[in-house]
């Protein structure tokens, strides 16, 4: 009889602990909110991170608190993601959104703090770049040059809700001035394929970029014929 | 498991007998229980010994942690008719504002343990007190005279017409100052448990004006303390102190008048009272919240 109450026990015990445990905290994957647009400046969220970036958080480490770090999920409620003496919280970024936290601490005799005001952390779509030439290959003296129009496409289908800047290069080297979207191949160097590429990146967070070259040729023209009496 | 062979019996008739004396045991405790009386009869103090705890039904001490308050609510156990905290406090509840431990004491009167002490009797209203003083039940011209009635005029033209303290319509032990020194008015017989506290509380009234009494009390030869009774006639005036037994398990009460002026002199006493103490202790520990956390880019 008390073996088996002790079996029932034990099993009874185990089932509460792992109930206990997934109760406890839930960590979540993705953001707390996918279909808000952007925001319109970086200053306006706490943080903007690019895609797959690490989200890092912290608070001022006192001793003996315990931290419990609460992430918003896409229905507006705050689940706890993390709780112990940790004051920190990271979390890989699973897709664009905003991802927002709350943090509340307790002290050593077991009171909690209010909690803290929301961090959110905007996390940017993949970005890819392109560029289409008007013209691929020229003669040197051609009066209309080819003109580069670099086009972003952010992963997430709101590409147009983001504003960019544009750097253009020439070989890998900075054309100075050159930061529209679109630019102008004025070079008339005959006998040569350039390189010219384009880095875009998103203004929210300019670290957050993409790159794309494509290949201008100038074909020499051929030399003034002369003519001369025959035979 | 079980065949039938000799051994076995035998083990189900030990099983029996033991069944049957464990039903007996059981059953003599709860008689032992049920036995509930006011005054403590002899068993009763002995059981009593055994769970000195019994004689008050507070609920246990409590340890209280507040988070982020600046006072908290302590709450005595409902059902008394008085409280008094540590504080001085007199309600059931009190409100605290800074941590520490603070108690409540309320007089367990379940556990009278005088006889008879607000005279009302239905028996005898001279049932469990002794008294040095000649009972007169005639009248009370003569010093050192008692008698227990409703309206010290009726036996002496000269004393108030007042009521009781009981209820101001009862019974209440009216005396005639003696001129002796150090004679019991009133005394009383006590059993005790030792190691517990108990509040003696009297009230007396001057029934005559001139030279009121002035009286005394004490516990086995231990002086508690007097009161001087007010010169006009009718006014009750309470004497209330606590008293701890020690190891004493008799408690001899005795109230005697320090006054032997036979001119005057003339009182009343009623709601004589001896029941324990019971205090429950309350740790409370206000602490604060720790300050509105910040998150920061790690």
Redesign the interface.
């Known amino acids: 009889m008390n073996t088996k109450f002790t079996f029932l026990k034990a099993g009874l015990t185990f089932i509460f602990a792992i109930v206990a445990l997934i109760a406890s905290a839930q960590s979540f994957s993705g953001p707390s909110d996918a279909t808000t647009a952007p925001p319109s400046t970086a200053s306006s969220v ?2 903007v991170l690019c895609a797959g970036s690490t989200i ?5 480490s ?1 001793t003996g ?1 315990t ?1 419990q770090w609460y992430k918003k999920n896409t229905g507006g409620t705050y689940v706890m993601v993390q709780s112990g003496s940790s004051n ?1 919280y ?1 979390e890989t970024a699973s897709g664009d959104g905003y991802y927002t ?7 050593g ?9 929301p ?1 959110n952390v905007y996390v940017l779509p993949t970005l890819s770049a392109s560029i289409t030439a008007t013209k691929s290959a020229i003669c040197e003296t051609d009066a209309t040059s080819p003109v580069l129009t670099a086009t972003p496409t952010a992963s997430n289908s709101k590409t147009s809700s983001y504003t960019y800047t544009y750097q253009w290069t020439k070989d890998g080297a900075i054309i100075p001035g050159a930061t529209t979207n679109t630019y102008t191949v004025t070079d008339r160097t005959p006998n040569t394929t350039t390189a010219y590429g384009v880095t875009i990146q998103f203004s929210l967070n300019n670290s957050c970029s993409a790159s794309s070259s494509t290949n201008i040729t100038i074909n020499p023209i051929p030399t003034k014929p002369t003519i001369v009496v025959g035979p | 498991m079980f065949d039938f062979c000799p051994k076995h019996l035998l083990d189900i008739r030990l099983v029996v007998i033991s069944l049957i004396f464990a039903f007996f045991m059981l059953s003599s405790r709860v008689a032992f229980t049920n036995k509930s009386s006011k005054n403590f009869t002899e068993n009763n103090l002995q059981a009593a010994k055994v769970q000195p705890v019994a004689i008050c039904n507070l609920s246990a001490d409590e340890t209280k ?1 507040f ?2 308050v600046s006072s908290a609510t302590l709450t005595a156990d409902a059902g008394y008719s008085s409280y008094k905290w540590s504080t001085g406090a007199t309600s059931q509840s009190i409100s605290v504002t800074s941590s520490g431990t603070y108690y409540f004491e309320v007089v367990n009167s379940s556990y009278e343990t005088v006889t008879n002490g607000d005279f009302e009797s239905s028996s005898n209203h001279y049932n469990g007190f002794t008294s040095d003083y000649h009972k007169n039940t005639n009248n009370l011209y003569s010093e050192g005279d008692y008698a227990v009635i409703k309206n010290p005029n009726s036996e002496h033209s000269s004393f108030a017409t007042m009521g009781d303290h009981t209820s101001g319509s009862g019974y209440m032990m009216v005396v005639n100052g003696s001129s002796t020194a150090n004679v019991n008015v009133w005394a009383e017989s006590i059993a005790v448990l030792p190691n517990t506290t108990y509040q003696f509380s009297v009230w007396g009234a001057s029934v005559y004006s001139a030279s009121p009494g002035h009286l005394a009390f004490s516990i086995n030869g231990t002086q508690l303390g007097n009161i001087q009774l007010s010169s006009s006639t009718g006014v009750w005036q309470n004497f209330t102190t606590q008293w701890a037994s020690g190891s004493s398990t008799t408690a001899n009460i005795s109230i005697v008048n320090l006054n032997t002026d036979p001119n005057g002199n003339d009182f009343a006493l009623d709601d004589v009272s001896f029941a324990p103490v019971c205090r429950k202790t309350f740790t409370v ?1 206000l ?12």
């Open positions: 706490s943080e890092s958080l912290k608070t001022p006192t608190y931290y920190t990271t936290y709350e943090l509340v601490q307790i002290n005799t077991n009171c909690s703090s209010v909690v803290s005001d961090f | 942690s988070c982020g520990t602490n604060p919240n720790p300050s509105k956390p910040v998150i920061a880019q790690n």
